[in-house]
């Protein structure tokens, strides 16, 4: 109501440091401006133990250990369908499963997997029986998952996840699936991949090193450049000028505008030029031609 409205990138222009939830171990090399800090994982942290019931559970899995399932708190359930088709894919894996899960009990369900409300996903992970992570891609769990060391089998719903889930499985961390079209066997068939495969577990261990090989953890780094914010003002030195151009100047209509202008001018001499010249010429000839008509008369 009061002042000049602000757009969402007029807003986001203003940003004097910008914090991203990621690193070098999810993120593909690329140029960046110095105020983009890569702050991926900061919520990790060492797994705590489990409840007790919930350790027994996963203690009965013997050698073969637990898959944690979860697909984020913005998912609540499932179509019953689709609960059916993975509830029975679980089933014939060896391994006890557990799930995040909140709808009606599938049909299928297996004695090998339980069902829970919530679950402490990061604890699960970090515990040394858990083999494979059924996700959804979000950047949370998936930085849970690099932390600890977890290969995964993505399961993708909206926004970033696709993509999230495409960089793990370009660098050999994960099976893509898709949710809404993949049967009982295709979700066996993924989770015995990454489970037998050890190619997967080496791909994602090379990802969790190489996050835990920082000169500064992730939480202190963000706390480090937002303090760094705070003492000088702002950092405008770290930011661009290409926030204060207009729209024509970003784009850099204005400049081909002018070429294009030099272009046209060019072109109008080069075309006027030709011209005057041809017209010269066919003066000159149009006289002896008039003359070589006479003679022969």
Same mark, same amino acid.
């Given at each position: 109501m009061y002042g000049k409205p602000t757009t969402m990138c007029e807003t986001m222009g203003k940003a004097d440091i910008w914090l991203i939830r990621t690193y070098w171990d999810f993120e593909y090399p690329r140029p960046l401006l110095p105020n983009f800090k890569f702050v991926g994982g900061l919520h990790c942290k060492p797994a705590k133990p489990l409840s007790k019931d919930l350790e027994e559970f996963v203690q009965s899995s013997g050698d073969h250990g637990i898959v944690v399932f979860s697909l984020g708190s913005m998912i609540g359930n499932l179509t019953l369908e689709r609960a059916n088709v993975i509830a029975s894919a679980l089933g014939q894996i060896p391994q006890k499963v557990v799930w995040r899960?909140?709808? $009606?009990?599938?049909?299928? #369900?297996?004695?090998?997997?339980?069902?829970? @409300?919530?679950?402490?996903?990061?604890?699960?992970?970090?515990?040394?029986?858990? $083999?494979?992570?059924?996700?959804?891609?979000?950047?949370?769990?998936?930085?849970?998952?690099?932390?600890?060391? %977890?290969p995964m089998v993505g399961l993708p719903l909206f926004a970033d996840q696709p993509d999230n889930l495409m960089h793990m499985k370009t660098k050999g961390a994960a %099976?893509?699936? @898709?949710?809404?079209?993949?049967?009982?066997? @295709?979700? =066996?068939?993924?989770?015995?991949?990454?489970?037998?495969?050890?190619?997967?577990?080496?791909?994602?261990?090379? #990802?969790?090193?190489?996050?835990?090989?920082?000169?500064? $953890?992730? #939480?202190?780094?963000? =706390?480090?450049?937002?303090?760094? %914010?705070?003492?000088?003002?702002?950092?405008?030195?770290?930011? %661009?000028?290409?926030?204060?151009?207009?729209?024509?100047?970003?784009?850099?209509?204005? =400049? =081909?505008?002018? #070429?294009?202008?030099?272009?046209?001018?060019?072109?109008?001499?080069?075309? *006027?030029?030709?011209?005057?010249?041809?017209?010269?010429?066919?003066? $000159?000839?149009?006289?002896?031609?008039?003359?070589?008509?006479? *003679?022969k008369e």
């Open positions: 899960y909140n709808g $009606k009990t599938p049909e299928t #369900l297996a004695p090998n997997t339980k069902l829970y @409300d919530w679950i402490p996903q990061n604890d699960l992970l970090g515990h040394p029986k858990t $083999k494979a992570f059924i996700t959804h891609g979000g950047t949370n769990g998936l930085y849970e998952a690099i932390y600890h060391g %977890v %099976v893509f699936l @898709d949710i809404n079209s993949m049967q009982s066997k @295709d979700l =066996v068939d993924a989770l015995k991949t990454v489970i037998n495969n050890p190619s997967y577990k080496e791909s994602i261990m090379r #990802l969790s090193r190489i996050h835990h090989d920082q000169p500064m $953890k992730p #939480l202190d780094r963000a =706390v480090y450049w937002i303090e760094f %914010v705070m003492r000088h003002k702002g950092a405008k030195h770290l930011r %661009v000028q290409a926030h204060d151009l207009s729209w024509y100047q970003y784009h850099c209509l204005d =400049v =081909v505008a002018f #070429l294009l202008s030099i272009v046209a001018l060019i072109t109008f001499l080069f075309i *006027k030029t030709c011209r005057c010249l041809f017209r010269k010429c066919f003066r $000159k000839t149009r006289p002896d031609a008039k003359a070589q008509k006479r *003679k």
